[in-house]
């Protein structure tokens, strides 16, 4: 099965910036739509972002549009997620997975570790 493995989270200051990549063990995302979701703690897993396979389309949860950027290299190697103007609120564990096209909010996958990030205020 296919290792999601996030990396780019830490501590960072109200207002900072930081970005976020996801690759997969093995593989390439070649023709997959690929998702972030955040969970904060004690809470359950939640859509942040997605880009469609081809990477011409994108999706945003309304809490980080304007906020955050997801994009795909073109080798399809890697996925990244800018965000931009963080607020203490976007604290959390980030994880990326593919998703399905129908239903960006659904993951295909089985989750990896995620990467922590924490926004001091």
């Known amino acids: 099965q296919v290792q999601m493995a996030e990396s780019g989270g830490g501590l960072v200051q109200a207002g900072g910036s930081l970005r976020l990549s996801c690759a997969a063990s093995g593989r390439t995302f070649s023709g997959y739509a690929m998702g972030w979701f955040r969970q904060h703690p004690g809470q359950e897993r939640d859509f942040v972002a997605a880009?469609?396979?081809?990477?011409?389309?994108?999706h945003y949860a309304d809490s980080v549009k304007g906020q955050f950027t997801i994009s795909r290299d073109d080798a399809n190697t890697a996925v990244y997620l800018k965000m931009n103007n963080l607020k203490p609120e976007d604290t959390a564990v980030y994880y990326c997975?593919?998703?399905?096209?129908?239903?960006?909010?659904?993951?295909?996958?089985?989750w990896g570790q995620g990467t922590q990030v924490t926004v001091s205020s």
């Open positions: 880009i469609s396979w081809s990477g011409t389309n994108t």
């Open positions: 997975n593919a998703v399905w096209d129908s239903n960006y909010g659904i993951q295909k996958g089985s």
